[in-house]
């Protein structure tokens, strides 16, 4: 087994020894030197609970790895520990949000992707009950191997009848979509980013709207759509291809489902352009396929590409190692773009 | 009008005997269903809807009523029955139980029914949304109980136990939990599919309080509900084991090898109706 050196390991090995890379559980994707917020989703959340009195946070013992413990201290008697115990956090869920409370309830993704799934798509999506599930380490967010890599959450969460789900990009989004999903009547499912929080779409004049693409930048040989910190991809990727007068647009799709069909339709229907959809997520069922298909069923047929997670159980290992060997850190969209290109 | 709605002049054990034979036509209709469960849960029913809980017919989401969640959902037919009886489902909608756009699926689901707080049918569901029940009418302030009622089948089922846990942990004296314990499930008896026994000390071990009784004996259940309703304040939940009889009342399907999905032929739906009207109560 490959040994996994902490940071703060580094200098107890010996000074010739190449400092390894770490898979530690790191509570930011951001990278150096970048722009960023704390914990955006727990200030946000107190907040909206300052004017809406039937919002409660709920957890199932990883509050302070959701941001949550933020609105656990600003009220700590809205706020439900409910232990590890994913099924019964989600069963709660949806009983507090029969007695008219609007509960949100936190975890990471794959447990409640995969462990609670029946129970979210029972209590909450079935009786249609006003809960928000949002959850920490969305697709590869995290190093530490597929037990917390949700690499098909959104699959998951598109497949069921009403449920609305949210792929944010960075801190002003989910700053911004915490007050949207609040006063959005049932369910939703949102990626949530934590921690240091990378600060992107502010230079855009971006504003977040429930349901709604928005096109960030434009350009002319190559239309990105993606999702959540892809669009942060996209846009360096965007950048960087300037130089090689390669020029892309990125379309951002923060809701995955309802999609917002007319926008993308309208950008994919502009001839001549390479479209490129990107997402943190396995490249089944998702944005990509989610897209494919709409462009197929409207008879829309322009050169399409998808960038996502391979069909594979993933490494563990340190992210920027992990995203370049998977193909969804900014060089590799790059490369992968220009060869498409030709 | 009144909050409760108790029939004037209607005796517990014509009331649980009504509710038998709501379940019977309606297992009549479709020629199948969970009769055996109905009959054997009647006298619960009975003793809830018409002994311990506070609702309003007329009003199925009246806010101040007590909330009743049947986490075993195939048991549909036997709360239908008890919500024809209590007068919160129509009595000319029996006919319609099981069929297409009829208000009363095979399996209970929130949306259909008047009365029916949640969607079952996937099982080990219910004692997780009455926790979360519990805790907003806490936070309401209301002092409705909830009443959840579930299989001892269910009681494999992990989420059952975190539930259990959790309730007892946020001290919720407001839910009153009845698990029906006929000792059958899907593939057989229930100690060769998974062995639950000690029940009681397994439960009190996890904080509740604890009653077992003859689910079919109408004076012990009623007392078990009147004492699980006085746990009121005292911060622990109440579980009610009822021990029941599959087939009560019908004495040729209560002898009959015992079986989830206990086979009724055509002809034996009159026969049960005619048996069980040899031992109509007055």
Known sequence: ?342 | MSSVSIGHNVSLERRAWNIRRHAVLMGEVQGQGYIAQALDIADVLATAYFHAMRYRPDDPEWEGRDRFLLSNGHYAIALYAALIEAGIVPDEELESYGSDESRLPMSGMASYTPGMEMSGGSLGLGLSIAVGRCLGLKRKGSDSRVYTLFSDGELDEGSVWEAIMSAAHHKLDNLIAIVDVNKQQADGPSTSVMAFEPLIDKLEAFGWFVQRVDGNDLGKVQAAFDAAKAQYGRGKPSMIIADTLMGKGVPFLEAREKNHFIRVEAHEWQLALAALDEGRPS
């Open chain 1, 1 to 342: 087994m490959k040994p996994a050196a902490a940071n703060t390991a580094s200098s107890k090995l010996g000074a010739g020894k190449p400092r390894l890379t770490t898979s530690a559980m790191i509570a930011s994707i951001a990278s150096e030197g970048q722009r960023t917020k704390p914990a955006p989703f727990g200030h946000a959340l107190v907040e909206m609970a300052k004017e809406d009195s039937s919002i409660l946070g709920m957890t199932a013992d990883l509050g302070k790895y959701t941001d949550l413990h933020i609105f656990g201290q600003a009220f700590p008697d809205r706020y439900y520990q409910m232990g590890m115990a994913e099924q019964l956090l989600f069963g709660a869920a949806s009983g507090l949000a029969a007695e008219g409370f609007t509960p949100f309830a936190t975890t990471y993704a794959v447990f409640a992707s995969r462990r609670a799934y029946d129970f979210i798509h029972q209590t909450i999506a079935e009786e249609d009950r006003n809960v928000k599930i949002v959850c920490a380490l969305p697709g590869l967010t995290s190093g530490y191997g597929p037990s917390h890599q949700a690499t098909e959450d959104l699959a998951l969460f598109r497949a069921m009848p009403n449920m609305v789900v949210i792929d944010p990009c960075d801190a002003l989004e989910i700053e911004q979509a915490v007050p949207a999903i609040a006063r959005h009547k049932g369910p939703v499912y949102m990626r949530l980013l934590r921690g240091q929080v990378p600060l992107v779409l502010d230079e855009y004049g971006y504003s977040f709207e429930l349901g709604k693409a928005k096109m960030l930048r434009e350009g002319y040989e190559v239309l990105f759509i993606s999702s959540g910190i892809m669009t942060m991809r996209a846009l360096e990727a965007a950048k960087a291809l300037e130089k090689d007068r390669i020029d892309a647009a990125v379309l951002h799709v923060p809701t995955i489902k309802p999609l917002d069909t007319a926008a993308i339709l309208e950008a994919c229907g502009r001839p001549g352009r390479l479209v490129v959809v990107a997402e943190n997520h396995t490249v089944n069922g998702g944005l990509g396929e989610a897209v494919a298909g709409l462009l197929m069923r409207q008879g829309v047929h322009p050169a399409f590409r998808m960038i996502g997670l391979p069909d594979e159980f993933l490494a563990a290992g340190a992210l920027p190692t992990l995203h370049d060997r998977y193909g969804i850190s900014t060089g590799a969209i790059c490369n992968r773009v220009k060869g498409w290109l030709g």
